[in-house]
């Protein structure tokens, strides 16, 4: 009747009654998985435990929170997965029933979005929808005849973006954040412009990672799923040396949440406009082209694997390309 199934470091049990919906949970260790479904299952056999919770009364909501709970948490990069669900189960969409939900109600989401972010972020929440039923569907038991997300076109994402940082622009955002009260903020985005890391890769940074005497920064795991180096430059090693060391052993100790207020309210200061953080990674890596590096050396300092994704990085300013054509 228990069926036992391990997904990253989390053990899954799944519990089938004929004619009802599994009855899942998911814990860290199978021992609590089999102890935990032993006493499900003599609690069913003695009658104590009559119907599992039908999921015709399921909202979208539910399912949402459960894949957020069970899938989401497993994943590397779940926290921002996790933020892009919390948005999607405050809209109305989230209360519709399973067994009511259409794809008109998935086209009408669509459109409300497109008014409101970008078409690649309305792609991301819409494919999370998509997993989240098909999972409900395929492992939860969950009857629906079809995945309506599936029905829907979605949004034809806008080309990759080429905002660069003028000089006057990159002086203006330095000087607004340190007005900041968080006074690791122009060390972060000086840092995310001389070495070009990822947002959540510098925000998981810790100290202990750092290496200043050999200038190099450990990435235990990025985005692409392995470690690696970033050499550090002269300008990031004397920033770095003159950073205070928080008790959390973090470079800086700041969360996305806080992160993403700091971000905005530092560009409102000066009226920098259509510039997004991500933007310095573009920044920093258009950079290192214009400093002389190959394709090779940069792809190791970014940890690109696709080399052809550095196109969309290099915009080289026309105006340096001709001083050095003579």
């Given at each position: 009747m228990a069926a036992f199934r391990k997904r990253k470091d989390k053990w899954h049990v799944q519990i089938r009654k004929s004619g009802t919906a599994p009855l899942t949970k998911t814990f860290t260790h199978k021992k609590d998985a089999q102890q935990w479904a032993n006493e499900i299952e003599r609690k069913i056999d003695q009658g104590l435990i009559l119907e599992l919770s039908h999921p015709d009364y399921e909202t979208l909501s539910q399912i949402l929170e459960r894949?957020?709970?069970e899938i989401t948490i497993?994943?590397?990069g779940g926290h921002i997965e996790a933020y892009r669900l919390a948005k999607i189960m405050r809209d109305r969409i989230a209360e519709i029933k399973l067994s009511q939900l259409s794809a008109m109600h998935i086209a009408d989401y669509r459109d409300r979005r497109l008014?409101?972010?970008?078409?690649?972020?309305?792609v991301k929440e819409m494919t999370l929808i998509s997993l989240s039923l098909d999972i409900a569907r395929k492992e939860w038991g969950v009857p629906?005849?079809?995945n309506v997300v599936r029905d829907v076109k979605k949004p034809q994402p806008e080309r990759g973006?080429?905002?660069?940082l003028s000089s006057e622009e990159h002086t203006l955002l330095l000087r607004s954040c340190s007005k900041s009260s968080n006074h690791w903020l122009t060390a972060l985005v000086t840092i995310a412009i001389e070495t070009g890391m990822r947002r959540g890769e510098m925000l998981s940074?810790?100290?202990?990672?750092v290496d200043l005497d050999l200038r190099v920064a450990h990435l235990n795991m990025t985005k692409n799923g392995s470690s690696?180096?970033?050499?550090?430059?002269?300008?990031?090693?004397?920033l770095l040396r003159s950073l205070p060391h928080d008790i959390s052993g973090y470079v800086f100790?700041?969360?996305f949440a806080s992160l993403r207020g700091l971000w905005n309210r530092a560009c409102k200061r000066i009226g920098i406009t259509d510039l997004h953080f991500h933007d310095l990674r573009h920044e920093a890596t258009s950079r290192f082209f214009e400093k002389g590096l190959n394709v090779i050396e940069v792809a190791t300092i970014t940890g690109h694997k696709d080399l052809r994704m550095l196109q969309r990085y290099t915009h080289l300013r026309a105006e340096d390309l001709a001083k050095k054509l003579g």
């Open positions: 894949y957020k709970n497993t994943k590397r008014k409101q972010v970008s078409a690649c972020s309305v629906m005849r079809s973006r080429d905002r660069r940074l810790s100290w202990e990672d690696r180096n970033v050499p550090l430059s002269s300008e990031a090693i004397t100790p700041i969360t």
